[in-house]
């Protein structure tokens, strides 16, 4: 509107004139949430022949239906007068509708923001996913700029930026496949010793020394001397057998992506020139490969999703003036990367890190959480490792019993803390809370195994109580004189049938149907912490029955 108040427009039709050319641009009214997964426009792009073009993140990847088509139009000259016509009338560019959840990318960016700005890292990223269908629901990548702040700087979280060594979080692999192949158990016993083991020629370390432990211990402890003893011994005269294992798993490929860019994974493999003698052991806790975080991720969400891998997904549907033109299904990549006894080894050992391991920080009070730390020296490009430069990771799933998202949390070179417990474990804690509160997921899943079960006329309770009350009452059709504080009630024909029910030690008792009075006495017993909402009996508990859990870990009880 200014330009058309320049002198030189008001000299007539031909003294002067003005051409307007349209110029593409992304709006981003919600700032950086998301923004290098969305991408941007390139003007420059191919020579700039095509004007800002979608060049990076989903503009790039869906350019296509984004930009809609040209028209093509010409101007005539009719008595003096200049006419425009249109010979093909130009299409709007199509919608795409992304996976993200708003609220939760909001969670995931300000939580990794708070933590960068304590540690000092070089960049960061977190991604939540959805386990059953693969669905990204957050994807934040913050790097530090030149004056020290953090924004969306690259897509480090499927890039070749963000493609590293994974460390600690790659001893699920190595022990998963030396648990399918059944060359080992959760139960066997390796000697650790002092934490330090010199095998081909090169030492290996633990932080601390450890002793005699199970493999399920070496992998709550994250003992690198452990899972490179267990791969050795295993796999030392044919590591072949080793590596095909892994590749069986499918993380040597990449995922395919449509967004360009996606990180090559690097696997060594025997013969090749490059493979040592100490590469079979330094390989089995993390190092000699490179994976991208969402790669990682990916394995672990298909040990959560019960061995099936599906492809992780950015986009759920494009519609073109309203009307849905494409829908993205779930995509299986493997139906079962392994047996349904590895796998629940493999859940096993996860939940023991959070329970019993290196992990114990990150388990909420809410929810019980499964999952691996990890923590990487980074390499130089000189082929050797920098000191004091480490990436620190959490990758892992919630809730335990029944898994709705998983997620990793990764930092590149942080300052002061580097472990990934004390990094990135309260970023996925308070991500994980917070998306939980948001969701109430539990709440539902509760409320439906509520509805499927056909409670008892007569509900369980304190042995001791249910038999004063028959006494007291003068009933003559009881049955049974159970020894167990809990007792079970059935009633069977004119009879209440009285039973023990014990209570598994270690397990969350299952309290639904009870009174306040005894489900407390029963968490509390239990070591639990209870918190009670409503009155009446029990119709949902925050854990589910029958699951493991912390001493003090605080239940919460609905009553109605």
């Not at 005269?237 to 996606?262: A, I, M, Q, S, T």
């Not at 998202?405 to 309260?426: D, E, L, Q, W």
């Not at 004063?468 to 049974?480: D, R």
């Not at 049938?497 to 030690?505: F, G, H, R, T, W």
Request: proline share 4%; net charge positive; charged share 20%.
């Amino acid at each position: 509107q200014k330009i058309k108040k320049f002198p030189i427009l008001r000299r007539g039709l031909f003294g002067g004139g003005v051409i307007i050319v349209q110029e593409n641009n992304r709006i981003t009214p919600l700032g950086m949430l998301a923004l290098r997964t969305i991408g941007g426009l390139n003007k420059g792009a191919y020579g700039g022949v095509h004007g800002a073009i979608g060049y990076t993140g989903l503009e790039g990847a869906y350019e296509t239906y984004l930009k809609g088509k040209d028209g093509v139009s010409y101007k005539q000259n009719l008595s003096g007068r200049w006419v425009t016509r249109t010979e093909i009338e130009p299409e709007s560019g199509m919608d795409i509708y992304t996976t993200i959840n708003v609220k939760m990318q909001d969670i995931a960016e300000s939580a990794l923001y708070k933590q960068l700005q304590k540690s000092n890292a070089d960049w960061a990223t977190a991604i939540l996913m959805e386990v059953e269908t693969g669905e990204i629901k957050a994807i934040a990548n913050l790097g530090k700029g030149k004056e020290g702040d953090y924004y969306e700087k690259d897509n480090y979280a499927l890039g070749h930026r963000g493609c590293y060594e994974p460390g600690s979080t790659f001893k699920l692999v190595s022990l998963m496949a030396a648990l399918e192949d059944g060359v080992v158990d959760t139960s066997d016993v390796f000697d650790t010793g002092n934490g330090r083991w010199y095998s081909n020629g090169r030492t290996i370390t633990d932080t601390h020394g450890n002793g005699a432990l199970t493999v399920k211990q070496i992998f709550e402890k994250s003992s690198n001397v452990g899972v490179a003893m267990i791969i050795t011994s295993c796999y030392n005269k044919n590591p072949r057998d080793y590596v095909d294992r892994v590749y069986g798993f499918g993380v040597n490929k990449p995922l395919g992506l449509e967004v360009k860019g996606e990180g090559q994974p690097y696997f060594k493999y025997p013969g090749d020139a490059d493979w040592w003698g100490t590469t079979l052991g330094s390989m089995s806790y993390g190092y000699d490969t490179k994976m991208t975080p969402l790669q990682i991720l990916n394995f672990y969400n298909a040990v959560a999703n019960n061995g099936k891998m599906v492809k992780p997904q950015l986009v759920k549907e494009i519609k073109d003036s309203g009307a849905l033109l494409k829908q993205y299904k779930t995509e299986i990549l493997n139906p079962m990367i392994a047996s349904e006894e590895t796998i629940g080894k493999a859940k096993a050992m996860l939940e023991g890190v959070c329970l019993n391991g290196t992990g114990r920080s990150v388990t909420s009070e809410y929810f019980n959480v499964a999952g691996k730390t990890g923590t990487a020296r980074v390499a130089t490009g000189a082929g050797g490792y920098s000191d004091g430069m480490y990436l620190a990771s959490f990758v892992g799933y919630f809730p335990t019993e029944k898994p709705k998202y998983s997620m990793i949390v990764t930092f590149n070179n942080p300052r002061g803390g580097y472990y990934g417990a004390s990094v990135a474990g309260p970023v996925f804690k308070e991500i994980a809370e917070k998306v939980f509160a948001l969701q109430g997921f539990s709440k539902e899943s509760e409320v439906e195994a509520l509805d499927s079960e056909k409670l008892p006329a007569v509900k369980k309770g304190k042995s001791k109580d249910i038999l004063k009350i028959a006494e007291q009452l003068h009933l003559q059709n009881i049955q049974g004189r159970p020894d167990s504080q809990l007792a079970s009630v059935a009633v069977q024909d004119s009879l209440v049938v009285l039973s023990d029910n014990e209570i598994p030690a270690g397990k969350v008792p299952n309290v639904k149907g009870m009174g306040a009075s005894n489900a407390i006495f029963l968490m509390e017993n239990a070591g639990l912490k209870v918190k009670l909402k409503g009155v009446g009996k029990v119709k949902q508990q925050s854990l589910t029955p029958g699951s493991n859990y912390r001493a003090g870990q605080t239940v919460y009880l609905t009553l109605s």
